[in-house]
């Protein structure tokens, strides 16, 4: 595609989740006149798509100054990062296929601007600052953390004592993860399946390994599909919810066995390895969700196989030496993104709000906070909320001042 339709084509995605993200559109008016950002550096790691691109010109549009990079190698949409350099002058380090070198590359580009903050996805970011790049870190006064996996590297780091700079977690917001984590991944999931695959869902039998608010949301979309659906965990608390809302729990081992298609999200490394190649039906389909590229073990399936051949544009054919075919989709990374354009924009509306919000708090009040890692303030999730209702047209309730005298109060009973 000639430059100008790329940037062309990225510019009409952009103003079109703009047109569906009316919290961010109202946030963004708000930091054009307050201008809450000003003067601030921010180096970006997020998957570089129209919804990121918009939280990267409301901060921009706030004050600071941003230099933005994919936090994953194949979530990039080349259009969105052309129009982001060409329409609204940022600095863009990011592509589509990303070798593990320009990956790196693109990173220490973010992070030569000498940032006084990170909005990081996965802490790849957040641990350079701390082992390879050094010489930026007394610099940075705060950071963002947006998803699980990295609030979970970040929450080592500070049990562990190497945390330098109070971190938020913004993944843990009610905000982000009822919505994010569940509708979100729930849709982009299939998205990124159905786009990859052009395949049935309904009458097949998916295996969603973990049970967390992704692997809910996964499940329950799955169950609407007319999938047959199996959960693997190794939380028994979860393991008993999953069961309690309707679906089988099995052991990995088990569930392989007649799966036709396998998701993983959970977070940890390792989720399908040799023992599970060596058992699955043949023509199993393979799709992670989960941040990294390591819950499918991509060394264990080569070794199984005789041949591993590109079939789509995103669906590699693993052909085993027993004749079986294991297919897995977008190189075992994030399928929602590296198949799909992730989650919906109404989705990311709340999410990025948050970021925003929570970048701008943290601008405020970092000289406040230890390097630990830290939760969302309950006020922005209710501005957020009450945002977003009423973008929706919605009115609530209110409690009287006699209702709210009762449930705060212990000596009124019945």
Known sequence: MRMDDLIKQGSLRLHWVEAHMPVLKQIRRNFIKEQ???????????????????????????????????????????????????????????????????????????????PDFIIDDGADLITMVHTSRTDVLGNIKAANEETTTGVTRIKAMAADGTLRFPVLDVNDAKMKFLFDNRYGTGQSAFDGWMNATNLLVAGKTLVVAGYGWCGKGIAMRAKG????????????????????????????????????????????????????????????????????????????????????????EFIDEYKMKDGRRIYLVGEGRLMNLAAGQGHPAEIMDMSFSTQAMGI???????????????????????????????????????????????????????
């Open 36 to 114: 809450p950002l000003a003067g601030c550096k921010i180096a970006m790691a997020l998957h570089t798509e129209a919804k990121t691109g918009m939280l990267a010109v409301t901060l921009a549009d706030a004050g600071a100054e941003i230099r933005l990079a994919s936090c994953n190698p194949l979530s990039t949409d080349d259009s969105v990062a052309a129009a982001l350099r060409d329409e609204f002058g940022l600095d863009v380090y990011a592509k589509k296929w990303e070798s593990q070198e320009e990956y790196y590359n693109n990173l220490n580009s973010v992070l030569n601007m000498g």
């Open 225 to 312: 599909l007319g999938a047959m659906v199996i959960v693997t965990e190794v939380d028994p608390i979860r393991a008993l919810e999953a069961r309690m809302d309707g679906f089988q729990v099995m052991r990995m081992i088990d569930a392989v066995k007649v799966a036709d298609m396998v998701f993983t999200v959970t977070g940890c490394k390792d989720v399908l390895t040799v023992e599970d190649f060596q058992v699955m039906k043949d023509g199993c389909v393979l799709g992670n969700v989960g941040h990294f590229d390591n819950e499918i073990n991509k060394e264990h399936l080569y070794a199984l196989s005789e041949s591993c051949t590109r079939v789509r």
């Open 360 to 414: 701008v708090y943290m601008s405020q009040n970092y000289k406040d906070l230890q390097p630990k890692v830290y939760r969302v303030p309950d006020h922005i999730d209710q501005e957020i909320a009450q945002i977003k209702l009423k973008s929706l047209g919605i009115l609530i309730d209110h409690l009287t001042e006699s209702q709210s005298n009762y449930v705060s109060g212990w000596k009124e009973g019945t």
